[in-house]
């Protein structure tokens, strides 16, 4: 099976950085994503890894290290809008390509 | 449509009862997902489609719960005898195959169980 851990919560300061980290087994790693979801909405795609390194999309960047089981998501320059849950996701090839995801951690941006 | 669709957004119902959930994707996707989200929760995986054939059920909780797709296209949940537990939000999500790309998903169907 398929165990993700990431943070169940954090908080934050406006204009700041914030780093949400995941690890994760799988026997047939085949891609991570980054999902985020705010209140009572669904949750909206934000960045997929499949190769390690560090993919950048303006504010937001997401790292990934195949070898250690590891990402992270990168979140600069912190806006109030920021506040929600960002949910960590792994495909493994060996367990059908479903995509599971972690338990969510719910970030909260303070002025 | 532009994205998916689900449908009903919200559904009260008692215990006993017999509930479906409709996900119309997003066309030409042909990789169609299900899950359940409770509350401070990620989604919880039940089942995924390729084309019209489930591809994986192993993630239904038992025998209450059915879905289909028959025409590769439009998917319908359902629940039988309902229980207070099964009361979330159940989320749909779609992509254009089954191993590449992001799932694009629904507002969800808030099913609330009494």
């Known amino acids: 099976g398929q165990n993700i851990d990431q943070p169940t919560e954090m908080t934050a300061t406006e204009g700041a950085i914030v780093q949400i980290n995941c690890t994760y087994q799988?026997?047939?790693?085949?891609?991570l994503f980054w999902y985020q979801q705010h209140a009572g909405e669904a949750p909206t795609f934000l960045s997929y890894?499949?190769?390690?390194g560090l993919e950048e999309k303006g504010r937001f960047s997401s790292f990934l290290s195949r070898s250690k089981g590891y990402s992270y998501l990168l979140l600069k320059e912190l806006q109030m809008k920021d506040s929600a849950s960002y949910l960590c996701?792994?495909?493994?090839?060996?367990?059908?390509?479903?995509?599971?995801f972690g338990t969510g951690t719910r970030l909260q941006v303070f002025p | 449509g532009a994205g998916v669709s689900q449908t009903p957004s919200n559904k009260v119902t008692e215990k006993g009862k017999y509930v479906e959930l409709r996900c119309d994707p997003i066309s030409g996707h042909t990789a169609l997902y299900w899950y359940r989200q409770s509350l401070g929760q990620g989604p919880e995986f039940l089942i995924y489609?390729?084309?019209?054939?489930?591809?994986?059920d192993s993630g239904l909780p038992n025998d209450r719960f059915f879905a289909v797709r028959p025409e590769g296209s439009v998917s319908t949940l359902k629940i039988q005898r309902t229980e207070r537990g099964d009361s979330a939000v159940y989320l749909c999500?779609?992509?254009?195959?089954?191993?590449?790309?992001?799932?694009?998903f629904g507002e969800g169907s808030r099913l609330t169980v009494l």
């Open positions: 890894n499949v190769l390690d």
């Open positions: 489609f390729q084309g019209t054939g489930a591809a994986d």
């Open positions: 999500a779609s992509s254009v195959d089954s191993n590449t790309g992001e799932l694009f």
């Open positions: 996701a792994v495909r493994d090839v060996k367990n059908t390509d479903k995509l599971i």
């Open positions: 799988t026997s047939g790693f085949n891609g």
